[in-house]
Nanobody
Framework: QVQLVESGGGLVQAGGSLRLSCAAS????????MGWFRQAPGKEREFVAA????????YYADSVKGRFTISRDNVNNRVYLQMNSLKPEDTAVYYC?????????????????WGQGTQVTVSS
């Protein structure tokens, strides 16, 4: 069992930056692939970024490539999403997710555990 708690959301102006953090419980965090997803008002949840167990492989949605960076700290059981050059269309609730596997996972349906989400609002 893994429990995930996101933090770091907030209100930022367009062009600004935020760093989201996801704290995971459990002693086997390094056995999990991790992902970030987001859901804007009136829209379905969508994939943002994913990272494999070691941090050696990452994958991004085209809409955030070059602006967002996913990383992980397996000592402190955390995964991060550094978001730069934010745009109003990045406004959403951001969720982290975990899947017990060593590979990168981009499919929402494959993730087993989810956090409660953190709100990111980008003003124009």
């Amino acid at each position: 069992q893994v429990q995930l708690v996101e933090s770091g959301g907030g209100l930022v102006q367009a062009g600004g930056s935020l760093r989201l953090s996801c704290a995971a419980s459990g002693r086997t965090f390094s056995s999990y692939a991790m992902g970030w997803f987001r859901q804007a008002p009136g829209k379905e949840r969508e994939f943002v970024a994913a990272i494999n167990w070691s941090g050696g492989y990452t994958y991004y949605a085209d809409s955030v490539k070059g602006r967002f960076t996913i990383s992980r700290d397996n000592v402190n059981n955390r995964v991060y999403l550094q978001m730069n050059s934010l745009k109003p269309e990045d406004t959403a609730v951001y969720y982290c997710a975990a899947k017990y596997t060593r590979t990168v996972v981009t499919s929402e349906e494959r993730y087993e555990y989810w956090g409660q989400g953190t709100q990111v609002t980008v003003s124009s």
